[in-house]
């Protein structure tokens, strides 16, 4: 049974740097991208930030770029997302994804290619 659990997220001011974590398990995690999307309130889930099964490739929303970096640690089977340069509109509660289908070969944004979610993680920016 596939797992992701999220952490790392609170309540930071503008400016301010987060470190979202993502740990897996349940099957190999270096055969398999990941995402990272958010959900604002009142708001539909946004593609974030994701990452291939090599880990070779990055894919960004044009709204976190060069703010966010998103990497893997295929050793703690554990997929990471650096938050720089916080702002109020990054606040949301922050969900790590699965890729479906092993060793695809592009970087997928689309939530319906990610078939597994972790319960999600707040973040929260003050002005």
């Known amino acids: 049974q596939v797992q992701l659990v999220e952490s790392g997220g609170g309540l930071v001011q503008a400016g301010g740097s987060l470190r979202l974590s993502c740990a897996a398990s349940g099957r190999t995690f270096s055969s398999y991208g990941m995402g990272w999307f958010r959900q604002a309130p ?3 889930r ?3 930030a994701a990452i291939n099964w090599s880990g070779s490739s990055t894919y960004y929303a044009d709204s976190v770029k ?3 970096t998103i990497a893997s ?3 703690k089977n554990t997929v990471y997302l650096q938050i720089n340069s916080l702002k109020p ?3 949301g509660v922050y969900y790590c994804a699965g890729d479906q289908a092993p060793y695809r070969r592009y970087v997928a944004a689309a939530p319906h290619t990610y078939a597994y979610w972790g319960q ?3 973040v929260t920016v003050s002005s």
Do not use: I
Request: proline fraction near 0%; avoid cysteine.
């Open 42 to 44: 009142g708001k539909e």
């Open 46 to 48: 946004e593609f974030v």
């Open 66 to 68: 060069g703010r966010f």
């Open 73 to 75: 640690d295929n050793a």
């Open 89 to 91: 509109d990054d606040t």
């Open 120 to 122: 999600g993680t707040q």
